[in-house]
């Protein structure tokens, strides 16, 4: 079995030498609710349906002229003390053969097995060596596009995929689309971010252009930051491991053969995998973690809570609605529009 070094590795997709550290820490889940303060701020109600970690001051509109987030927050849900972020993405659905859809759960991944659902996150700081900037508060952006439903299109955004998982250690195979056999273990969703910055402005009008992959290459292989966004920042990657197997059952799929699993957005193809993040970390917490090096889920310079303590740490929905599932026609226009 791997070493928890060996296994963050392998998670983050790293098989170079020159990689020296990270963090991999687990983040429970607060909400699961239909607000996105990034993309559709001051929105009760958002057009789809996402599932929530990090600190409790999420909200409907998370104005960053006026919430700083790690004094708001009360608790948080990351081992992380520290971390008051917020990350999200979509929620997954089973989509029966008679019509009806099911939430799938979420699941702790590998060593955080205890974890109330959430996700693992990573801040992987530099496999060259180089100095990263850690990001400033106010930060947030997104990546992938949930319109997106080609792998021609969904190739724009590097290193979103899924994993079958074959067991809870696999770490190969990843794919630009849902898998479509079941997973016995599984489907295991992975977001890697954008590494290089702007070195300006925290935000952008679609969230993503102050940001930007590098300009060649990955950054695992130290591919370059293009002149445009010359600064490099922390890869923020997210694993999601959402718990298909009470649906492993065929006899339950869809008729025509095709993978009965749908995003929260109408996405069946699973190309517009996406995620949402707001920085808040408190002070200079993060730029310490990545100026020291420190590595997997625990840090010398960053205060620890443990995983059954995050669990605690859980806010009421706003939006009241079945959000679990129901009929084909009731479901789909709460999910997306």
Same mark, same amino acid.
Request: glycine letters at 8%; proline letters at 7%; hydrophobic letters at 30%.
């Given at each position: 079995?791997?070493?928890?070094?060996?296994?963050?590795?392998?998670?983050?997709?790293?098989?170079?030498?020159?990689?020296?550290?990270?963090?991999?820490?687990?983040?429970?889940?607060?909400?699961?609710?239909?607000?996105?303060?990034?993309?559709?701020?001051?929105?009760?109600?958002?057009?789809?349906?996402?599932?929530?970690?990090?600190?409790?001051?999420?909200?409907?509109?998370?104005?960053?002229?006026?919430?700083?987030?790690?004094?708001?927050?009360?608790?948080?849900?990351?081992?992380?003390?520290?971390?008051?972020?917020?990350?999200?993405?979509?929620?997954?659905?089973?989509?029966?053969?008679?019509?009806?859809?099911?939430?799938?759960?979420?699941?702790?991944?590998?060593?955080?097995?205890?974890?109330?659902?959430? /996700?693992?996150?990573?801040?992987?700081?530099?496999?060259?060596?180089?100095?990263?900037?850690?990001?400033?508060?106010?930060?947030?952006?997104?990546?992938?596009?949930?319109?997106?439903?080609?792998?021609?299109?969904?190739?724009?955004?590097?290193?979103?995929?899924?994993?079958?998982?074959?067991?809870? /250690?696999?770490?190969?195979?990843?794919?630009?689309?849902?898998?479509?056999?079941?997973?016995?273990?599984?489907?295991?969703?992975?977001?890697?971010?954008?590494?290089?910055?702007?070195?300006?402005?925290?935000?952008?009008?679609?969230?993503?252009?102050?940001?930007?992959?590098?300009?060649?290459?990955?950054?695992?292989?130290?591919?370059?930051?293009?002149?445009?966004?010359?600064?490099?920042?922390?890869?923020?990657?997210?694993?999601?491991?959402?718990?298909?197997?009470?649906?492993?059952?065929?006899?339950?799929?869809?008729?025509?053969?095709?993978?009965?699993?749908?995003?929260?957005?109408?996405?069946?193809?699973?190309?517009?995998?996406?995620?949402?993040?707001?920085?808040?970390?408190?002070?200079?917490?993060?730029?310490?973690?990545?100026?020291?090096?420190?590595?997997?889920?625990?840090?010398?310079?960053?205060?620890?809570?443990?995983?059954?303590?995050?669990?605690?740490?859980?806010?009421?929905?706003?939006?009241?609605?079945?959000?679990?599932?129901?009929?084909?026609?009731?479901?789909?226009?709460?999910?997306?529009?």
């Amino acid at each position: 079995m791997l070493s928890r070094w060996g296994l963050a590795l392998a998670s983050a997709g790293v098989l170079l030498p020159s990689a020296s550290a990270l963090l991999r820490f687990s983040c429970s889940q607060l909400v699961v609710e239909r607000l996105d303060p990034l993309v559709n701020p001051g929105v009760v109600g958002s057009p789809h349906l996402h599932q929530i970690i990090g600190g409790n001051s999420f909200n409907a509109s998370m104005d960053p002229k006026t919430l700083n987030i790690p004094e708001e927050a009360t608790c948080t849900t990351c081992t992380f003390a520290e971390d008051f972020s917020n990350y999200w993405t979509a929620v997954m659905f089973f989509r029966a053969r008679n019509g009806t859809y099911k939430r799938v759960q979420q699941k702790g991944n590998v060593y955080f097995e205890e974890s109330n659902g959430g /996700m693992t996150v990573y801040y992987i700081p530099s496999y060259n060596n180089t100095k990263v900037t850690a990001f400033k508060p106010g930060f947030r952006m997104i990546t992938g596009d949930p319109t997106i439903r080609t792998e021609e299109e969904a190739k724009r955004y590097r290193q979103l995929t899924y994993t079958c998982l074959q067991d809870p /250690m696999t770490r190969t195979g990843e794919t630009l689309d849902m898998p479509k056999k079941p997973c016995p273990a599984g489907i295991m969703a992975n977001l890697r971010f954008p590494t290089c910055w702007d070195g300006v402005n925290l935000d952008s009008p679609n969230h993503a252009s102050h940001v930007s992959y590098p300009e060649s290459g990955t950054f695992e292989e130290g591919g370059p930051c293009p002149a445009s966004h010359p600064v490099k920042i922390p890869q923020l990657f997210y694993e999601i491991v959402w718990d298909t197997t009470p649906f492993n059952d065929e006899s339950l799929w869809p008729e025509d053969g095709s993978q009965p699993f749908v995003w929260s957005y109408g996405d069946a193809t699973g190309f517009g995998n996406h995620g949402d993040y707001m920085f808040g970390w408190k002070g200079n917490a993060l730029q310490t973690a990545m100026d020291t090096n420190c590595n997997g889920f625990r840090c010398p310079e960053l205060a620890y809570q443990e995983i059954k303590k995050g669990n605690e740490c859980t806010k009421k929905r706003v939006v009241d609605e079945d959000i679990d599932g129901c009929k084909y026609a009731g479901m789909l226009p709460k999910l997306y529009s």
